[in-house]
């Protein structure tokens, strides 16, 4: 059986982000929301898991989370609500099974085969960019644009 890791985002209710690389998922964040593991998540109260994506190896997860810690708040949010517009805690829908899986539901369709949205798209703006945001995820699962 392959072993996936995962970057991962996670949100508090006042706002605060989190971004970790995990090779077990579902167990990382239990970790966050049980707040076992004296942390910066513990203390700052983040518990939402609001954004993951998935990668076949450790080397590329690492590499895509470093890439997204250089980027500045308001294109992690961007990043966010491309997938996740209700910033809802998609922990609650995440288990050992789905984990592999769900960015394949949760990717946007022009992952599953139409065309990717034009970069003027007001869903990839943000109120404080205004740039594309290029979602390279669908290749890092195996999705075809």
């Not at 983040?46 to 076949?56: C, I, S, Y």
């Not at 491309?82 to 829908?93: E, F, G, I, Y």
């Amino acid at each position: 059986m392959e072993r996936t890791f995962h970057v991962y985002l996670m949100a508090s209710k006042s706002g605060v982000l989190y971004l970790g690389v995990t090779g077990n998922l579902s167990h990382r964040v239990g970790q966050h929301k049980e707040k076992s593991i004296p942390s910066f998540t513990q203390r700052y109260n983040v518990t939402k898991l609001v954004w993951f994506e998935p990668h076949a190896n450790i080397r590329a997860a690492i590499s895509r989370e470093k890439e997204i810690k250089k980027w500045r708040r308001s294109k992690k949010i961007a990043l966010i609500e491309s997938l996740n517009p209700q910033w809802n805690d998609l922990s609650l829908k995440l288990s050992d099974d789905l984990a592999t899986q769900s960015f394949t539901t949760l990717a946007p369709s022009w992952c599953r085969g139409t065309e990717p949205p034009h970069p003027a798209t007001p869903s990839f703006r943000t109120k404080q960019a205004d740039f594309f945001f290029p979602l390279r995820s669908c290749e890092a699962v195996g999705l075809r644009r």
